[in-house]
């Protein structure tokens, strides 16, 4: 595990939280995880995201029914779906970095302030995203010109003690180049 001055950065804190409490959340958490994801960079300052927070508790246990690995979402407080336009995206060959780059600066403002999430992705080259984007643009009535591309989850967490495990691994950092052959 990192020691020293970089130990307690909020960057190690973070966890993907998937059990909440009933603890509704403040509207400056939610306002501070909304500019931290409007903070993030993007290629030519394009920022193509757009952001549907969703908290009425009918809509997100019907997304925790419809989407795989998402259950959590029925006990959560919020959820935020980033989104991106499609003539953006058309245009944009790094949206999908841009939209990472967000969706993870609100996972640390989220963090930050003591709110738990979990990061749902739900745009990919997969068969499947297109059922989970179906669902999101039928159960929020969605514009066809957007793109769903991740759900952030999130709630007070039930569990405050769980521990970070520490992913860091030498093997995968090479200085310079891979070793010849």
């Known amino acids: 595990m990192l020691s020293g001055k970089f130990e307690n950065s909020i960057i190690y804190k973070r966890s993907s939280v998937r059990s909440y409490t009933e603890e509704p959340l403040a509207s400056d958490q939610v306002e501070h995880i909304l500019h931290a994801g409007m ?50 995206a058309d245009e944009d060959p790094f949206y999908e970095q841009a939209l990472g780059a967000a969706v993870e600066n609100m996972l640390l403002a989220a963090a930050e302030g003591g709110v738990g999430s979990c990061w749902c992705g739900i745009h990919s080259n997969s068969s499947e995203t297109d059922d989970r984007e179906i669902m999101f643009r039928d159960l929020l009535n969605m514009p066809d010109g957007l793109i769903p591309f991740a759900l952030i989850v999130l709630g007070v967490p039930a569990n405050k003690n769980a521990r970070k495990r520490d992913r860091f691994d030498e093997a995968r950092i090479h200085r310079n180049a891979w070793p010849r052959q």
């Not at 407080?77 to 989104?83: G, K, T």
Request: hydrophobic share 50%.
């Open 39 to 88: 903070a993030a960079p993007s290629a030519n300052n394009v920022q193509p995201w757009f952001f549907v927070t969703i908290d009425e508790k009918d809509i997100l246990k019907a997304i925790a029914k419809g989407l795989p690995y998402g259950k959590m979402t029925a006990s959560a407080q919020l959820a935020i779906l980033v989104c991106a336009k499609r003539d953006v």
